[in-house]
């Protein structure tokens, strides 16, 4: 029986942690106005007829905080590249200088600021969410196995737990990333 209950706490630990994962994630494609690889993770290019991420085809790099500079491993690729950050529609310009593609970060007006910020904790919300819905979950589970009244009391105490644990890192990476994004 308690082989059951502590695959229950490992299946929603594992679970609680793929929100924290998901989360972080999310979290980095919200620009805090610095320049970063991460900021063209969504933009996919047409390479040879199949849509292929970014990094895949090109080094991605960050010559200063405000500058990104996409350098293609096959130069007939930069128009393809261009394309690409103009469908991701991720607020960019591409500029070609004929051997890469730049991308200038413009600076964060403060609406724009409130705007990520306001993202951030949406974000973070949707991710709150995942941790009620995973420890929902286990509490259900729990019920299903027959086990002693304080037993069970003690494993819910300890599902709660983790649940408290989680919503707190949660927030903490909010509000970490809160403060990066109205920092000017």
Do not use: C
Request: hydrophobic share 40%.
């Amino acid at each position: 029986m308690t082989e059951d209950i502590d695959f229950l706490l490992d299946s929603t630990k594992e679970n609680m942690e793929s929100a924290i994962a998901h989360l972080e994630r999310a979290l980095l494609n919200i620009r805090a106005g610095k320049a970063s690889p991460a900021m063209l993770g969504s933009v996919t290019v047409d390479y040879y007829g199949s849509q292929t991420p970014l990094s895949q085809v090109a080094n991605i790099s960050t010559p200063d905080a405000r500058t990104l500079t996409v350098q293609p491993w096959e130069k007939g690729l930069i128009g393809e590249i261009e394309k690409g950050i103009m469908i991701a529609n991720i607020g960019l310009n591409p500029m070609n200088n004929g051997e890469s593609v730049i991308l200038n970060i413009p600076a964060l007006t403060e609406e724009r600021r409130r705007e990520l910020a306001k993202k951030g904790k949406s974000e973070g919300e949707d991710s709150k969410i995942g941790v009620r819905n995973d420890r929902k979950t286990a509490m259900n589970d729990l019920k299903k196995l027959e086990i002693s009244e304080d037993l069970q009391k003690r494993v819910e105490a300890d599902i709660q737990t983790l649940t408290d644990k989680y919503i707190a890192k949660i927030d903490e990476m909010i509000a970490i990333k809160e403060k990066e994004i109205m920092t000017v």
